[in-house]
């Protein structure tokens, strides 16, 4: 089997790679292409990749390159973590609705749907060239935000793509471990589409076990931490995604990322700049003096430990002078941590390499998937692409129906998000500037068409190097 990852210079690439190797014997793996337009952060990123090949798979070939067609030529998968524009440009997407009184975030809202306004181009481009070099092959994406890019591939009529998030897959994990219980031994009836998503039912030994787990508090917290109120919860009848607080706390969320200055994009640009300057030193100095895994263990650690923590943290103060000492604070704390080269892969690769190992036929998959709904989702519409439990096997994803009614709240909301996301999909393969204009009016989280055109007039000046609305 041959592997190709295209945005290989990005920080998830390590993790990939690792579990690539956890399962190459199973895999036959014999090749990763590994390519980035970024050539000097894809040399300092080759430091762990050609690190952990030598200690792990010594017998696989690792090409690097920058040439997307040599990357995608004679291969059978294709893993797509890509970030048009850079860490800059999300700092960008953050910042800049922010200053309206919008959420500034990544994959919801206004930020999200600037990345999927630059990133959506650059992927189709990418899926014809994979679709001329190596026409059987998969397309897997992680890149953000799945669930719009993904739709927008589907729409363009490439059929083998599935998007990954590993949200809803950590949400069972905690559930699970706060009930003390294997999340193999239960089934989470979870439906939605990327970041938008709720748990029905929680099957335990043919038993619907959810109004016992509604009533646990430690089960309804994410990362130790409470995203969205227990009691809220409680009320909905049904447990969200961590994703839902920025539906459900609005208001609260805005002002906490106002008043702090800071938003997450500017840790993670602070955190891959210590990071990128360790892995630069360690190439200008004798490979003994410290390993290129090492450093890249401690920058995961510094990065999970700041996970969601502006949103739920009211405690942040002034930025640059606090953003300088969280950076410092969590770096040093994140120094030591445990070790271990051979544990199963988890996150977005151990999701990863469950769709691999089930689409190649070598074990079969039962996991949250981004997918065409098809019937699976009675209020959406059969093309739309949902996250929802799929089992897969070599004949491709094949949803599992969610039974009985979608709750009328849940509905609402994930109709008019839906609706949103088919509109974002057509301006962003269109680059039209009307249809991201009524994209933008329609987002539950934009209060009205004139707040819409002044984040969306931002937006295209900000990026006028990766926009061209017409």
């Known amino acids: 089997m041959k592997i190709a990852i295209i945005g290989a210079a990005g920080v998830r690439t390590p993790q990939l790679v690792k579990a690539l190797f956890h399962y190459k014997d199973e895999l036959q793996l014999t090749a990763i292409h590994l390519m980035d337009i970024d050539e000097q952060r894809l040399q300092n990123m080759g430091l762990i990749v050609k690190e952990l090949g030598a200690k792990l798979a010594p017998s696989v070939r690792l090409l690097f390159t920058g040439d997307a067609g040599t990357a995608l030529r004679g ?61 059987q092959a998969w397309a897997i994406n992680l890149t953000n935000p799945a669930g719009l890019i993904t739709q927008a591939l589907a729409e363009e009529g490439f059929k083998q793509v599935i998007g990954i998030c590993d949200s809803p ?36 030994k043919g038993k619907d076990i959810l109004p016992e787990v509604l009533q646990n508090d430690r089960a309804l917290l994410r990362h130790d931490r409470e995203m969205i109120p227990p009691d809220f919860i409680r009320s909905l009848g049904v447990i969200p995604n961590e994703y839902l607080m920025f539906y459900y706390r609005t208001r609260d969320i805005v002002e906490s990322l106002q008043g702090a200055g800071i938003t997450r994009a500017m840790v993670i640009d602070e955190l891959n700049k210590l990071l990128f300057a360790a892995l630069q030193e360690l190439a200008d100095t004798p490979p003994d003096r410290k390993e290129a895994y ?22 942040m103060g002034a930025a640059e002078k606090e953003l300088e000492i969280l950076i410092e604070r969590v770096w040093e704390e994140s120094k030591e941590g445990p070790v271990n080269s051979n544990e199963e892969p988890a996150g977005y690769s151990g999701i990863a390499l469950q769709v691999l190992r089930a689409l190649s036929g070598t074990k079969t998959a039962i996991t949250t998937v981004n997918t065409v709904n098809g019937s699976a989702i009675s209020c959406l519409e059969p093309a739309d692409i949902v996250e929802i439990q799929c089992f897969i096997d070599q004949n491709g994803v094949h949803p599992y129906q969610v039974e009985g009614p979608i709750p009328e709240h849940c509905r609402g909301l994930l109709q008019a998000v839906k609706a949103y996301e088919r509109l974002a999909t057509k301006a962003a393969l269109t680059q039209s500037y009307d249809l991201a204009l009524q994209a933008l009016a329609t987002h539950p989280l934009v209060p009205d068409a004139l707040v819409a055109k002044e984040v969306l007039d931002d937006l295209c000046l900000v990026h006028k190097d990766f926009l061209a609305l017409h």
């Open 294 to 315: 090492q450093i890249y263990q401690h920058y995961s650690r510094a990065r999970d430990k700041t996970y969601m923590q502006l949103e739920t943290d009211k405690t």
């Open 75 to 135: 291969i059978d998968y294709a893993f797509f973590s890509i970030r048009v524009g850079s860490i800059n440009s999300r700092v960008l997407d953050e910042q800049t609705p922010l200053k309206h009184g919008v959420l500034g975030q990544e994959t919801t809202g206004p930020g999200g749907f600037a990345m999927a306004l630059r990133t959506v181009p650059v992927m189709k481009k990418y899926l014809e060239i994979l679709s001329a070099e190596s026409p």
């Open 169 to 204: 897959t950590e949400l069972f994990k905690d559930i699970a471990a706060a009930l003390e219980k294997n999340p193999d031994d239960l089934w989470f009836d979870y439906f939605g589409i990327n970041h938008l998503g709720w748990i029905k039912r929680i099957l335990y």
